[in-house]
């Protein structure tokens, strides 16, 4: 507790620089998975492949993806660029999947509804799927999101910054409030990323809200002998 | 730098000896083999049941929840705390191999319990109908139906273990960790890489035999992919193939 009290500047430094390197992949890998995962739903034969694809990058282990980043990249080993890279291949590993299941949660015939209006498939895209998506997408990232804050403290091991430096001094110095004081920083920066998501996930769906707010009243119309069922 | 990378995998000096890498990759899979052995036991048994019974799902969702502990952590906390209390070899292995059995934990028995979560209803209800017993719902229906996501569970788990026992060499585990490790304390860029390829591929192959045995284990009335020769019996008995039924 003592060396908690004695270095909280350091901790608030660590934690920013973690939430950092865990934030900007997280985004980075939205935006590419979003495209991979459209190109990949819309052609049955590239579901496969592209899910196998993904999934060959995340078997690669983390600390060996730090080390390898510097050989494609081109980059010095202590630079930050190569943690933002790996962990963003990663992001796009679990989120392609994601987006793919997310597209597909769209009822056929909400697709057809937009299709019958004339949007042509980017303005379905971007006005009808991806809205109707955000539960399932943000699932994916909120599971990204977690898995994320974990591994970037292992690049403590290559030298760069940020709160799993805490684990590695507290370990090799004997420090346990150290350590603690990072394990406890990764917990709450994940429950931190993961409210942020569901919070964020909360606005762009407001219909979801406004259904269980009539759900009262949707039962009760159930209860009349009218057919609601094409409503719900 | 790609050329010294080459020469350091390629020199046969580093292939031999006991911290060669023939030595190393053996360490790395037989921790990797201990690890899952011991955690399948404890995890698939118990997802199995969870998933048969409907009861203990907060035990699923509490395993989930705990990944979000930095494996980092885990492994220095135990390695802190047991080290000094353990003596010889043990102290360098011992906290390793228990965080490694606890990270392989969740996904297991996640995968495991969802497997059999999924079976539908009336497909229990008909085995039971038949006069199956309990054990023998559970044995022939629900597991050969819940094993592809069973080992969708143990290929997840697979690839947990192998990329934190490379990270548990810093706490003083063998393994191809030891090159990563070792060569970033010294500097050896060659020989770190080496071990990071090195590690890459382990990974890659022990998943692909892994993705082999799943297609050799799930049965092909879940799949779809029946042999020719049952089709055309199944055709020439007037009976068309399940996989078409649906």
Known sequence: MTWISGHLGDIWRLTVQHAVLAAIPLVLGLIVSIPLGWAAARSRRLVPVALAGTGLLYTIPSLALFILMPLILGTKILDPVNVIVAMTIYTVALLVRTVVDGLGSVPSHVDAAARAMGLGAFRRLVTVQLPLAVPVIAAGLRVAAVSNVSIVSVASLIGVSQLGDLLVDGYNRDIPGELWAGIVGCLVLALLFDLLIQGLARLLTPWLRADSRSSARRLALADAPRDVGVAA | ?246
């Open chain 2, 1 to 246: 730098m790609i050329p010294k990378i080459w020469d350091w995998l390629t020199d046969p000096a580093n292939w031999s000896g006991a911290d060669g890498i023939a030595t190393r990759v053996q360490e790395h899979l037989t921790y990797s083999l201990i690890v899952l052995g011991i955690a399948s036991l404890i995890a698939l048994p118990l997802g199995l049941w969870i998933g048969h019974t409907g009861r203990g799902r907060p035990l699923v969702s509490a395993a989930n929840a705990a990944r979000a502990v930095p494996t980092l952590g885990l492994l220095f906390a135990l390695a802190l705390w047991l080290g000094p209390r353990l003596s010889g070899d043990l102290a360098f292995t011992a906290p390793s191999i228990i965080v490694l059995v606890l990270l392989a934990l969740p996904p297991l028995l996640a995968g495991a319990y969802a497997g059999v979560e999924a079976v539908d209803p009336a497909t229990r209800d008909a085995a039971r109908g038949m006069g199956l017993s309990d054990g023998q719902v559970l044995r022939q229906v629900e597991l050969p139906i819940a094993l592809p996501l069973l080992l969708s569970g143990v290929r997840a788990a697979t690839l947990q273990v192998i990329a934190t026992a490379t990270i548990a060499a810093y706490v003083g585990l063998g393994g191809l960790g030891r090159f990563l490790i070792d060569g970033l304390a010294i500097g050896d860029y060659a020989a770190t890489a080496g071990g990071a390829l090195l590690v890459a591929v382990l990974a890659l192959l022990v998943d692909l035999l892994l993705a082999g045995v799943v297609r050799l284990l799930v049965s092909p009335g879940l799949t779809g992919k029946q042999s020719r020769r049952r089709r055309v019996e199944l055709s020439a008995a007037g009976l068309s193939p399940i996989a078409d039924a649906t």
